[in-house]
């Protein structure tokens, strides 16, 4: 069992930056890939980036040059930086652990273990 606890959410004017964190329990964090995901209001689920358990990366069209996704070991955690944010970035942003390793799925489906989400909020 994984819980998944993410904070840094808020309210920015567009072109401004947040930093997501999503903290991880357990002893095998380091074994995790790592995906983020966000729920605009009447709008379905999408990958936004995902982590691999040895760094390598992946994102969306929609946020890539502007998000970065990074994790840290150590402190369990990882974190998607946003910059450049525009109004359509707002959503809840959700992480997620996938079911297997290795493949950093886009598919929601493909993700076993789910955060509470933090709300972002990118005015005009």
């Known amino acids: 069992q994984v819980q998944l606890v993410e904070s840094g959410g808020g309210l920015v004017q567009a072109g401004g930056s947040l930093r997501l964190s999503c903290a991880a329990s357990g002893r095998t964090f380091n074994r995790y890939d790592m995906g983020w995901f966000r729920q605009a209001s009447g709008k379905e689920r999408e990958f936004v980036a995902a982590i691999s358990w040895i760094s390598a990366t992946y994102y969306a069209d929609s946020v890539k040059g502007r998000f970065i996704i990074s994790r840290d070991n150590v402190k369990n955690t990882v974190y998607l930086q946003m910059h450049s944010l525009k109004p359509e970035d707002t959503a809840v942003y959700y992480c997620?652990?996938?079911?297997?390793?290795?493949?950093?799925?886009?598919?929601?489906?493909?993700?076993?273990?789910w955060g509470q989400g933090t709300q972002v909020t990118v005015s005009s």
């Open positions: 997620a652990v996938p079911l297997s390793r290795g493949r950093l799925p886009v598919e929601i489906n493909e993700y076993r273990y």
